[in-house]
């Protein structure tokens, strides 16, 4: 028995399935989980000292790889200051600006703690904001597992098949509404309907959560005119895609403005940060200057606001990482597309920036429906095989694969390679 395995079953005992969080338990690959212990740069290590080249970077967290000397030695020198006090502190002020910097649609932020609750207090703002209590999401997108939210929410519902959670009263989700993702009629017959009743819009501008799919032209554009017009708040969920497709985000690489927009992952680098902001107006009704309620004892930590600083003011000031770290994943996104096409099989790659995902279907990937298409037993068993030859892809056929400016030339071409001969 291996470590990993030995640690699977004991985890079992104590953690409903043995996990903090459902796709890690890698059921849908039929595997044992790797238990990591480790990670620098672009690899991971775990309990067994297998070593691998990571392609889920704790989820998109680690856009300038593991172990960044800089961001953990800034964690470190906050660590010996205190490690909370619950108080008002200069660097969250310095956070604060730094995002409104980087993403100009922001003119104030609030931070909380996860992407969950970011996406959670904006649907609150914007509710606040407008007065009314509908919220149209898309399926296949997932905006964390807070109860509205959890409608044929992609990624982890997806993949078990269950589109609705247990737990959640019907009550609760009678006010989202759902819509296909770049279907722009969809979304005009629940405005026709309702328009007057909906508060907002949300929508991952690149959806990231049933694999990675594309806005196509318009889509993004047709969502801010019909919020416009019906003065609904056009929110936009960068928790993926926030300083990772480029410093300004989505909203900066397609050049649509939303009014709120929610972030996560990168933003912490790695420590447990959320974040949202928008439009002051709007921004102006959270608590203490509004009637919207929202708060945190940990929210704006000083040791996580130093690790998520310290990788947004290095980003900043580096645009070149961006250039070139979607000039690398653009030539091996094509190559890994090269060798799918060369071994003769029909499966399609989407990808943007640093963010892809291989679908292993005949069919075009553009919504959750042509998502669905997927072969997921053929995912697991390219997955399961990856592993074994030293890369680590997400246990899921509905997750991206995330390239870090750590990834080295030499290291994606060995998964193209690896890749190859599997196929
Ligand atoms: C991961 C994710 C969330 C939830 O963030 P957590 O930190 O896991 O709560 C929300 N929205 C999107 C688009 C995500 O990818």
Redesign the pocket.
Known sequence: MTRSQALFEEAKKYLPGGVNSPVRAFGSVGAVPPFLKKADRAYVWDEDDNRYVDFVGS?GPMILGHNQKEITDSVIEACRQGLSYGAATKIEVDMARQICEMVPSVEMVRMVN???EA?MSAVRAARGYTGRDKILKFTGC???HSDGMLVKAGSGAMTFGVPDSAGVPAAYTEHTLLAAYNDLDSVQTCFAAMGEQIAAVIV?PVA??MGVVLPEPGFLEGLRSICTQYGAVLIF?E??TGFRLCAGGAQQWFQVTPDLTTF??IIGAGMPV?AYGGKREIMEMVAPIGPVYQAGTLSGNPVAMAAGMTQLRILKQNPQIYEQLNQTSEHFFKKLANSVYQAGLPWHINHIGSLGCLFFTDSVVHDYESALTSDTQAYAGFCNAMRKAGFYLAPSQFEAMFISAAHTTDQLDSLVQAASDYF
């Open positions: 989820w996860s992407g969950t996406v997932y905006h964390g991952e990231a959560n969920d928790v993926i996560g992952k959320g």
